[in-house]
């Protein structure tokens, strides 16, 4: 059973910088997608990001790329996102999750519903 463990978020002022992580447990399978998302009060949960575990090889939605960057380290089995000049419309509840890879198609479409392991979050405020 794959476990996620968010870390890292706060309370950051706009412009600023914070990086997330993710420590993955469980994992028998390296062919797996893990992704970050995004929950906003009153909004549906969107894509952020995500790295295919067996590759590295990274995808980002539209409005993310530039200011965010995923990572991962297989040897700690931790994935990080690093989020620069944060905006108060990045406040929200961030998520990471997991699901095997079968295509790239996993991480292209970004699905929530796709996905079978979800942490339980860590909330991100940007505010002045």
């Known amino acids: 059973q794959v476990q996620l463990v968010e870390s890292g978020g706060g309370l950051e002022h706009p412009g600023g910088s914070l990086r997330l992580s993710c420590q993955v447990s469980g994992v028998s399978d390296d062919y797996l997608a893990i992704a970050w998302f995004r929950q906003a009060p009153g909004k549906e949960r969107e894509g952020v990001s995500c790295?295919?575990?067996?590759?590295?090889?990274?995808f980002y939605a539209d409005s993310m790329e530039g200011r965010f960057t995923i990572s991962r380290d297989n040897a700690t089995d931790t994935v990080y996102l690093q989020m620069h000049s944060l905006k108060p419309e990045d406040t929200a509840l961030y998520f990471c999750?997991?699901?095997?890879?079968?295509?790239?198609?996993?991480?292209?479409?970004?699905?929530?519903?796709?996905?079978?392991?979800w942490g339980q979050g860590t909330q991100v405020t940007v505010s002045s």
């Open positions: 999750a997991a699901a095997p890879w079968y295509s790239d198609y996993i991480c292209l479409d970004e699905d929530p519903q796709d996905y079978d392991y």
């Open positions: 790295i295919l575990r067996h590759d590295g090889r990274s």
